[in-house]
């Protein structure tokens, strides 16, 4: 089957790109806040998806629930994808795609390893390689840092003390020097393979690193944190900003091979040595 089209967010003004990494950032963050500050004491599991490990609470219901009146507020005529509610299709060509807490699991066990991931796209991102991010942020409460980007302009990170800094990936190529992060489905015979890739990894590579939010993973790629990332079972809501994180920092984002867009068949993401070294042992 040949692969769809990826549309060209170069096409959207430079001017309305780094509008649009700011409104990125401002419902990112504001989303986090709520969610790191109203966390119930006894926060427990509304319902699950789909398995019984794909888990909800009521404040990754919450989290999309404000994303989602904000972007009617702020952006009435752009469609958008969220995690929890699916799409609502607008008429400006632009489709906001949030994951509204990235790293339930962590949530749910209060470890720190969540975020909130906003993004705007261009084309369709219900259709694997048919979109492509113009602007998007991941913010991480627990730690108060946002990753941010917008397509052509570089990517960038906001410490919790107002420092900027800008985003570079890691030059590493050497397979027994890299730093590998990935993670695993909620499916459970789909994990049976990816024990396999990872018991066959293991002893090639400098460590491996599974924190539990595929957004943060690809931000840490971006920061030059860990050397690649790889994971199958990703959804657009859970790559859209990071991806843009990667390549803005000077990263590859690819599927099984250069040619193939990122998706639920599998996301490399890595600097151009670590990202082909990892695509040759997969
Ligand atoms: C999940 C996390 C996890 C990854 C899963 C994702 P969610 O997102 O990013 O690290 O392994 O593939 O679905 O469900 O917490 O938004």
Avoid at 88 to 108: C, F, K, R
Avoid at 260 to 268: A, I, N, R, T, Y
Wanted: hydrophobic letters at 40%; aromatic letters at 4%.
């Amino acid at each position: 089957m040949p692969l769809p089209t990826s549309p060209d967010p170069l096409t959207i003004p430079i001017g309305e790109r780094a509008e649009l990494e700011a409104l990125a950032i401002r419902l990112a963050e504001e989303a986090g806040a709520l969610v790191r500050d109203q966390r119930p004491d006894r926060l427990g599991v509304q319902q699950t998806k789909s398995t019984d490990l794909d888990v909800v609470t009521v404040m990754d219901q919450r989290s999309e629930q404000l994303l989602r009146e904000r972007l009617a507020e702020l952006r009435p005529d752009d469609g958008v994808l969220g995690e929890e509610e699916g799409v609502t299709a607008g008429s400006s060509g632009l489709t906001w795609v949030v994951d509204p807490i990235d790293g339930t699991v962590n949530y749910l066990y209060d470890l720190p390893g969540y975020a909130v991931s906003v993004a705007v796209v261009v084309g369709d991102p219900t259709v694997e390689g048919a979109w492509a991010p113009v602007a998007g942020a991941v913010h991480v409460p627990r730690t108060g840092e946002t990753f941010h980007a917008h397509a052509g302009g570089g990517a960038r990170v906001r410490l919790a003390g107002g420092l900027c800094g800008e985003l570079s990936v890691s030059d590493v190529a050497d397979l027994g020097a890299t730093l590998v992060a990935t993670g695993f489905a909620y499916d459970r015979e789909v994990r049976v393979g990816q024990a396999e890739i990872v018991a066959r990894l293991l002893p090639q590579v400098r460590d491996i690193r599974r924190l539990g939010a595929a957004a943060v993973d690809l931000c840490h790629v971006a920061a030059g944190r860990v050397d690649v990332y790889y994971e199958r079972g990703c959804h657009a809501w859970d790559i859209a900003a990071g991806m843009l994180c990667v390549t803005e920092a000077g990263g590859v984002v690819t599927g099984a091979s250069r040619e193939q867009p990122p998706g639920e068949s599998l996301v490399v993401a890595g600097g151009r040595g670590a990202h082909q070294t990892l695509l040759e042992h997969l």
